[in-house]
């Protein structure tokens, strides 16, 4: 049976939950908020299943080669674009499996609330729930189990998440291959906990009060190259959006605070998956077509044949342009390379568990004066239009010469 005795050896997929015959694992929250396995092994009957289908357990390190197609994508409906965290292809590519009569499952808000779970969705309508990158671990619950009884009833099914959400998948599936299935994976930085965002949360509404409405971790109200953590409210006037310089939240996220332990080695960064397609994000869009706007872009890395049909199907909805695809790949740090642990990320999460949500914040992202300027500066070059190039610029001066490759 299952058993983890050092958390970076999960990434909590939910494979083992989702395959043991007696239902007797329970996905557990730990003292950090993240979930793991745990037996009733007065329940387990041993069989070895839940650590047949573990894809940590089985992972292949090795990046073998298949072939590949690159395209860069924008959905021609600018309202989806917009609300997208960069070109909007994942709606694309999930409308089309909607129109065949399919089910697409992927990580949304649970209605109600800001606690994020992995869901099935019917109409193309309900896609919205999946738009913009939650910055935060979704619970898969039994949605692997559910889009194997859809699979095996002759629908399209499209499932999609985090590298390690579909290589838990695929695991489950045992090697079976079912002609309707469609593996949507992204380039993943990393996943924060779930406990880290509730007490955001906390720390928001006490501050700032009212009703919140929606939360979004990559919002494009300032646009897509400076893109804000945004809390919209029911009041009027009270919509907050702070960028990456002065949200606490996004602050512990991307000085690698609040990631789970198996990010931080993570078995998945790779540039070959089994998944039929594979997105991110295009910041640099210049560098690749002057035939695109800088308002998002979907780099999309084409890895199945059945991905190439996609591809083509969505044809009338998306713009793309053709890129070569090393030349796709080639500045993409998070796709192979595992962020560092912050040294401090013990004591980080200590403090959540102690201090009052607004102090623990306040504590480690206070808003000194340089924070300020820094906000300050960036979102005047934003509104000058010249953000782009300052960000440019500076990475030019500071970035490492290593680090630019
Ligand atoms: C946690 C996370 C880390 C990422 N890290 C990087 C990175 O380092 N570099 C980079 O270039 N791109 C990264 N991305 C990918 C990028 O943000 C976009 O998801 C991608 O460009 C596709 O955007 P889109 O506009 O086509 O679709 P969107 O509509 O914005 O994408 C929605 C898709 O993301 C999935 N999704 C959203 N939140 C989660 C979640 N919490 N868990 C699992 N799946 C989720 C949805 O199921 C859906 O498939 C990350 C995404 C996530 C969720
Ligand atoms: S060994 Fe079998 S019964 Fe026991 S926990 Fe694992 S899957 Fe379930
Ligand atoms: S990685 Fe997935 S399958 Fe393996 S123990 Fe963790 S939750 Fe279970
Ligand atoms: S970094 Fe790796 S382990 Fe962490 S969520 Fe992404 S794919 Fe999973």
Redesign the pocket.
């Known amino acids: 049976m299952i058993h983890i005795e050092d958390k970076k050896e999960c990434c909590g997929c939910w494979a083992c939950y989702n395959a043991c015959p007696k239902h007797c694992i329970g996905m557990k929250e730990d003292e950090e908020g993240f979930r793991y396995p745990v037996v009733d092994a007065s329940l387990c009957i041993d069989c070895g299943l839940c650590e047949k289908v573990c894809p940590v357990i089985h992972a292949d390190k090795a990046d073998t080669p298949h072939a590949q197609q690159g395209f860069l994508?924008q959905?021609k409906n600018e309202d989806i674009?917009k609300?997208?965290?960069?070109?909007?292809?994942?709606?694309a590519i999930?409308s089309w499996i909607i129109r065949q009569g399919g089910i697409v499952?992927?990580?949304?808000y649970r209605k109600g609330t800001f606690i994020?779970e992995?869901q099935g969705v019917e109409t193309e309508k309900d896609l919205s729930v999946?738009?913009?990158?939650?910055?935060?671990?979704?619970n898969v619950m039994n949605t692997f189990k559910e889009a194997l009884g859809h699979l095996k009833a002759g629908r399209w099914v499209c499932f999609?998440?985090?590298p390690c959400?579909i290589e838990g998948f695929r695991s489950f599936l045992r090697g079976r291959e079912y002609e309707k299935l469609v593996c949507?994976d992204?380039?993943?930085?990393?996943?924060p906990s779930p406990r880290i965002l509730t007490r955001y949360i906390e720390a928001q509404q006490a501050l700032i009060g009212g009703e919140f409405t929606n939360v979004l971790f990559?919002d494009k109200h300032y646009g897509y190259h400076y893109s804000s953590f945004s809390i919209y409210n029911k009041e009027k006037g009270k919509d907050y959006h702070k960028g990456v310089d002065s949200n606490a939240y996004l602050r512990a996220f991307f000085n690698n605070l609040s990631d789970r332990p198996s990010c931080y080695d993570c078995r998945f960064k790779k540039r070959y998956r089994r998944s039929d397609l594979t997105?991110?994000?295009?910041f640099p869009i210049e560098k690749f077509t002057k035939q695109m706007d800088g308002k998002?872009t979907?780099?999309v890395l084409v890895q199945s044949e059945k991905g190439e049909m996609i591809m083509n199907a969505t044809g009338s909805e998306l713009r793309t342009v053709r890129v070569e695809p090393d030349k796709l790949v080639s500045d993409?740090r998070?796709m192979f390379h595992s962020v560092p642990m912050n040294p401090q990320r013990g004591q980080f999460f200590k403090d959540c568990n102690v201090l009052p949500p607004a102090d623990f914040f306040r504590k480690w992202f206070p808003i000194t004066w340089k924070v300020r300027l820094n906000a300050f500066v960036r979102l005047t070059c934003h509104r000058l239009g010249v953000y782009t190039f300052a960000k440019r610029m500076f990475m030019l001066v500071y970035t490492r010469k290593d680090d630019r490759k």
């Not at 609300?83 to 709606?91: D, L, Q, V």
């Not at 999946?130 to 979704?138: A, D, E, I």
């Not at 992204?186 to 996943?191: A, E, K, M, N």
Request: overall charge positive; aromatic content about 10%; glycine content about 14%.
């Open positions: 994508a959905h674009r609300e997208s965290t960069s070109g909007g292809a994942f709606t999930a499952y992927g990580a949304g994020v992995h999946f738009r913009n990158s939650k910055y935060v671990q979704s999609s998440g985090t959400q949507v992204l380039v993943c930085r990393g996943i990559r997105l991110w994000d295009c998002g979907t780099r993409v998070e």
